[in-house]
């Protein structure tokens, strides 16, 4: 499986645009880049994912690099609700979604 | 509709003991999977089922089973249950929409093996 780098840690501040970086630099043609998100003490929740276009929703926003070796996940305006872990995955469906979860990026919100 | 749910939310076990975790989901997914997460990492497949009467192994399958009881349940078994199994373990489902899909996860099952 591809690996994806991202920071461990970010801190942005509330109301604020949020822009958290992913590496993918050995992605394939096949890979969607997906991103979740871990509040504390709750399972994990899907935010977005794309291919190779730039996607927008309720949650996000997804930039794609024109090589696609790296992405940002967006947050237009941060809340306090928007602390969590946030996790940059490559993933193919083969028959099944696998995920494999790296250590992601820890985003602290100051009120 | 529940979503994801998993019981236990909490369980101790001592070394040896065996217990099944169980997860359902009212969604009509056809695949569901079993994830583990120690402190502070992330998560990691356990076992998966693509669809209803299939299992997998995912990234550590090592000292677990599990049964896809019918399209909603799937449940994971602990033979004899290790300190190194202490951890949080998280059931997901997921129904393909064209070459993707999102997961969608349960509240986790806090386990501890003294």
């Known amino acids: 499986d591809a690996k994806t780098t991202q920071p461990n840690s970010m801190e942005s501040n509330e109301e604020e645009p949020v822009h958290l970086p992913c590496n993918h630099s050995?992605?394939?043609?096949?890979?969607?880049i997906h991103w979740y998100r871990q509040l504390p003490s709750q399972g994990p929740e899907y935010v977005i994912h794309?291919?190779?276009s730039n996607v927008n929703n309720r949650m996000a926003s997804l930039a794609i690099a024109e090589d696609r070796k790296s992405s940002t996940l967006i947050l237009h305006r941060a809340t306090l609700r928007d602390a969590a872990v946030y996790y940059c995955i490559l993933s193919r469906f083969q028959g099944a979604q696998k995920l494999v979860f790296g250590q992601g990026t820890r985003l602290t919100i100051n009120p | 509709n529940a979503g994801v749910t998993q019981t236990p939310k909490f369980q101790v076990l001592k070394t040896g003991q065996s217990m099944t975790l169980q997860c359902a989901q009212d969604m009509n997914h056809n695949s569901m999977y079993w994830y583990r997460q120690d402190p502070g990492m992330g998560l990691r497949l356990i076992y998966y089922s693509a669809s209803e009467g299939t299992t997998d192994k995912g990234e550590v399958p090592n000292g677990y089973n599990v049964s896809r009881l019918n399209k909603r349940e799937f449940s994971l078994r602990l033979e004899s249950a290790a300190p190194s199994q202490t951890s949080v373990y998280f059931c997901?489902?997921?129904?393909?929409?064209?070459?993707?899909?999102?997961?969608?996860f349960g509240p986790g099952t806090r386990l501890t093996v003294l």
């Open positions: 997901a489902s997921s129904e393909r929409r064209g070459k993707t899909n999102e997961q969608f």
């Open positions: 050995t992605i394939s043609g096949t890979d969607y």
């Open positions: 794309g291919l190779t």
